[in-house]
DNA sequence: GGCTGATTGCAACATTGTTGCATCTAGCTT
DNA sequence: AAGCTAGATGCAACAATGTTGCAATCAGCC
């Protein structure tokens, strides 16, 4: 929801403008992870402009409050789904239509750790992206198969 | 070891090449993951001349044959230090002296298999890397806490 | 020692990300 | 409601990273 990230950044003190709300409506919208300059391309279909530098800085913003995250193995932005006390933050990416799902899971995070420490390791944070087929891609490509 | 490197490009019919042993052992020497670029100047300094496509065409290469890694949370590639057997290759990132170290475990891969099982995908690789303190950076900053 | 397909170099370009500074504005103060 | 000001944005210039097509070169074969 859309309020509650603006509750965040008011409670921290940061300003509501309107590059930050524009920002946070094309994530909210959004279908899978978004480059900058994606947002800018989106923007300016709407009509609106964006400097990608703006962009740039209101993303950083959003990670540093956990409203957004950057999904490393394709390079764009999304919303963050979760709240913030459930732990590291997860992801499952469809390398066919490229839908994320975030989840968390303690027990995962758990074992990395046990894991690490073994090694002699202090995590302190977890990135995680498992990738492969969501339920839709796989029904598809199941069907395919069966007529193929 | 270099020398199992060359018999895997030997062995799927690619050339053993100046430019190919040279990153091999840039990779080898290397404490930390390296960007093209860096693998460009760390060779410069030894008087060798590398065009930077050429390195990122053999860092493709290596990655598709697994002899290499993009560690994506820091965006520099490391060689890979396990056989291929062993499933899906993690890290973890020292954050404060940036080591890398490898490591494999089939019970964190079927833990992030199960869970995202549950909510509808088919996970076929797992991208992990987990950030925090090396042993020794933590002993080091352990010790400066005693004294400060 | 030559042949040839694979590999590399080069040039040109595209994309992504960063910095310093001038300008503007959200939200507060009066 | 108007003014003030710290914080936010725009802009210009730049830096870093990554890609493509094609010509020149070379590793591994005959
Ligand atoms: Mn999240
Ligand atoms: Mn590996
Ligand atoms: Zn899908
Ligand atoms: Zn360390």
New interface residues.
């Given amino acids: 929801m859309l309020q509650a990230a603006i509750r965040v950044l008011q409670a921290q003190g940061y300003k509501i403008t309107e590059p930050r709300k524009q920002v946070l409506e094309v994530l909210e919208g959004a279908q899978k992870p978004l480059s900058p300059y994606d947002i800018q391309s989106f923007l300016k279909q709407k009509g609106k402009y964006l400097n990608h530098v703006t962009i740039y800085r209101i993303l950083d913003l959003f990670c540093s409050l956990n409203l957004a995250h950057k999904v490393?193995?394709i390079g764009g932005f999304v919303k963050c789904s979760l709240g913030t006390a459930e732990g590291c933050h997860r992801f499952?990416v469809?390398?066919q239509c490229g839908a994320i799902?975030e989840?968390a899971?303690k027990?995962?995070c758990q074992?990395?750790?046990a894991?690490?420490r073994n090694?002699?390791?202090?995590?302190?944070?977890?990135?995680?992206?498992?990738?492969?087929?969501?339920?839709d891609c796989?029904r598809k490509q199941f069907e395919e198969q069966k007529l193929g």
Same sequence: chains 1, 2.
């Fill in positions: 490393l193995s499952m469809c390398h799902q989840f899971d027990e995962l074992g990395e750790d894991f690490t090694l002699g390791f202090h995590t302190k944070y977890h990135l995680s992206e498992s990738s492969g087929l969501c339920a796989f």
